[in-house]
């Protein structure tokens, strides 16, 4: 079943300025932001400018523009972060299993630390 965008969520406010955010990078069609809450010493968000939920939402209904911009960005991101060569990690939380907390689409831009590995074993 497709997920109705809420056009309230705070991604969306921070994109119509109605919130502040602290702004790493502005594209055609992706803003990149500093996470409210960092889990790394670099923690920067990477939003489609567009309506869009989540990842599943995206790749279903998003231009190749939209898309190749978001990815453009974020690869963008970590190389003006200076990540690429220590390392970094990107990640998207899709959905409930997931624990996604906002619903606008966005990747996790981890970076400045050993991540360690991928998940925790169940
Ligand atoms: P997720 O659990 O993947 O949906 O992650 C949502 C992320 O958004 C969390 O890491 C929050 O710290 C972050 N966040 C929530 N509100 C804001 C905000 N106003 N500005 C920047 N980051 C935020």
Sequence with gaps: MAKTYDPNNIFARILR??????KVMETEH?????DINPQ???????I???P???????TAKASEAEIAGLFRAVGEVARQAGAVEPGYRILSNCGADAHQEVPHLHIHV???RDL???????
Excluded: N, Q, S
């Design 17 to 22: 300025g109605e919130i502040p955010c602290k």
């Design 30 to 34: 992706a803003l990149a932001f500093h």
């Design 40 to 46: 790394a010493p670099t923690h920067i968000l990477v």
């Design 48 to 50: 489609p400018k567009g």
């Design 52 to 58: 869009y939920v989540d990842m599943d939402d995206f």
């Design 110 to 112: 981890f970076a400045g």
């Design 116 to 122: 360690g590995r991928m998940l925790a074993k169940a």
